[in-house]
T-cell receptor, first 113, second 113 residues
Framework: GAVVSQHPSRVICKSGTSVKIECRSL??????MFWYRQFPKQSLMLMAT?????????EQGVEKDKFLINHASLTLSTLTVTSAHPEDSSFYIC?????????FGPGTRLTVT | QQPVQSPQAVILREGEDAVINCSSS?????VHWYRQKHGEAPVFLMI?????EQKGHEKISASFNEKKQQSSLYLTASQLSYSGTYFC??????????????FGQGTILTVHP
């Protein structure tokens, strides 16, 4: 149980384009999902907290207009990186919360050229 | 504020034991432990809630001393599969965002045959 999927696993896009990443909890309902970004050999940095049916809460320094988050249902949250630039290249990981535990998706490696 | 993990790295031979520590400057509600292998998402190991408990499964266990705001992860009779980077994620007591975790910088564990 407690499986979280992410799609796509890898994406390469050109600078200035937008990319959407989906995060799904497959066998449980998650009222709260979290989005993280991880640069090579670094820790996970929380970007935003996503609650179903309400606006996401962004961490300090994360541009809400650049990283659009939608939590449409109890099993789906999406992160859209708008007008992506090379510095947005990173490993993006979502997690979904069930009771007290958080389970991570497999991650999406974004490369912006 | 980011919890501090120690040591930063540890090298073991199969069958040896290791302890990874996680220390916070803030009062904690819970501590979560994860293992991440290169290029993959973190895998949930266990959660310890406020109450000073100790948990474990198989040869991996952990303790949580809420008075000292510290948690330790114990790996006994290590196996090759234990290699990876271990992260602790801490949830602050009385925080405004339920489930919001701040991760330590990680401890790289390498197990050799």
């Amino acid at each position: 149980g407690a499986v979280v999927s992410q799609h796509p696993s890898r994406v390469i896009c050109k600078s200035g384009t937008s990319v959407k990443i989906e995060c799904r909890s497959l066998d449980f309902q998650a009222t709260t999902m979290f989005w993280y970004r991880q640069f090579p050999k670094q820790s996970l940095m929380l970007m935003a907290t996503s609650n179903e049916g309400s606006k996401a809460t962004y961490e300090q320094g994360v541009e809400k207009d650049k990283f659009l988050i939608n939590h449409a249902s109890l099993t789906l949250s999406t992160l859209t990186v708008t007008s992506a630039h090379p510095e947005d290249s990173s490993f993006y990981i979502c997690s979904a919360q069930t009771d007290y535990e958080q389970y991570f998706g497999p991650g999406t490696r974004l490369t912006v050229t | 504020q980011q919890p501090v993990q120690s040591p930063q790295a540890v090298i073991l031979r199969e069958g040896e034991d290791a302890v990874i520590n996680c220390s916070s400057s803030k009062a904690l509600y819970s501590v979560h432990w994860y293992r991440q292998k290169h290029g993959e998402a973190p895998v949930f190991l266990m959660i310890l809630l406020k109450g000073g408990e100790q948990k474990g499964h198989e040869k991996i266990s952990a303790s949580f001393n809420e008075k000292k705001q510290q948690s330790s992860l114990y790996l006994t009779a290590s196996q090759l599969s234990y290699s990876g980077t271990y992260f602790c994620g801490t949830e602050i007591a009385g925080g405004t965002s339920y489930g919001k975790l701040t991760f330590g910088q990680g401890t790289i564990l390498t197990v050799h045959p």
